[in-house]
């Protein structure tokens, strides 16, 4: 039971992936972080220094992208991102699986890339996005089964950049990795933006939820909660007594 934002916010990786964000808007980004107790940031790799530096002193660990947003490159490109990521300060990486070996149903070769690159780092956490959102269900269950046998820490939903997938959708696909890849944990991400959706992807089985717009989660469930006070018509909802 989730009776706090402070305890809500441990589930999730605050994102910023925005290509144009300046280092004024990162610092800013920072800060927010900081307010909230998010588990972690997630950064592109241009940002992984600052974000070390920024948030040294806190708990919140900085996260980092390999092969990200595309899911396009080749395995060597993604071992040495990652490698440099980690060398700069990222704490996890969170990696792009092969979107087109998963459509061409090419699943050795997206097991065999996955392997490679969580040897490459070895005890640094590997979470592989397998883009959910333009996967049939069997996709979803061969590339979870192929991050389970290729030593993955988690399974992530989305990128986010492919589109969000609906309510059901999200939760049939994350019963689906669940069955197929038992030992590996959760993270849901895409859209997900609202305290009602994280309950029930929390409910749902799902270790962490990546978000670039968590605050609003952690603000409906402090006002439901009565742990601050909210301006009236700030959220929307009842409150629950």
């Keep these: 039971m ?17 290509n144009t964000a300046t280092e004024d808007m990162m ?3 920072f800060e927010k972080a900081k307010e909230y107790k998010f588990h972690s940031v ?14 040294e002193g806190t708990d919140i660990k900085v ?47 997206v097991r065999d890339d996955i392997k490679a690159v969580k040897e490459a780092i070895g005890d640094t956490v590997l979470k592989v996005i397998i883009e959910c959102p333009v996967l049939t269900m069997d996709e979803i269950a061969a590339a979870a089964a192929m991050c389970e046998e ?18 059901y959708s999200l939760m049939e696909s994350l019963r689906v990795i669940k069955k197929n890849a038992p030992h590996c944990k959760m993270k849901a991400a895409g859209g997900i933006n609202n305290y009602k959706l994280t309950t029930n992807i929390i409910a749902a089985g799902v270790d962490k939820i990546g978000s670039s717009n968590p605050l609003p989660i952690i ?6 909660a009565g742990n601050q006070k909210v301006a009236p018509g700030t959220v929307k909802g009842p409150r629950l007594i």
Excluded: C, R, W
Excluded at 76 to 93: F, L, N, S, T, V
């Design 150 to 167: 290729a030593g993955a820490d988690y399974v992530k939903t989305a990128s986010g950049f492919n589109g969000n997938q609906d309510f």
């Design 219 to 224: 603000d409906e469930l402090n006002h439901v």
């Design 42 to 55: 997630v950064v592109h790799p241009y940002y992984v220094k600052l974000a070390k530096e920024t948030l």
């Design 27 to 29: 610092l800013d980004f």
């Design 2 to 18: 989730i009776n706090t934002g402070e305890e809500l916010a441990q589930y999730i990786e605050f994102t910023n992936l925005d």
């Design 63 to 109: 996260i980092s992208v390999a092969d990200f947003p595309l899911g396009a490159g080749n395995t060597e490109g993604k071992i040495a991102e990652a490698k440099k990521a980690i060398a700069d300060g990222a704490d996890e990486i969170d990696m792009m699986a092969k979107i087109s070996a998963i459509k061409n149903h090419e699943y050795h070769d």
